[in-house]
């Protein structure tokens, strides 16, 4: 499933379209993973969320300028 939907956040990224409605589609796809886990998963993903919070802090400097 989240295969789809990040076919299709790119897709929306290439045809550059709202960053509302991309925000919103990542949102409810981190969402769906975050639903597959348990307060006890172990996964070694902490590159991963560090490059998410990265891209994060990114997009929230350029909103703030």
């Known amino acids: 499933m989240y295969e789809q939907n990040i076919k299709l956040i ?3 990224i290439s045809r550059r379209e709202s960053a509302y409605g991309i925000l919103s589609f990542m949102e409810d796809t981190i969402s769906s993973i ?4 348990s307060p006890d998963t172990q ?11 990265d891209a994060l802090e990114e997009l929230s400097g350029k909103l703030h300028t």
């Open 34 to 37: 975050r639903a597959d886990l």
């Open 10 to 12: 790119r897709d929306l």
């Open 43 to 53: 996964l070694d993903s902490y590159p991963e969320l560090e490059k998410m919070a």
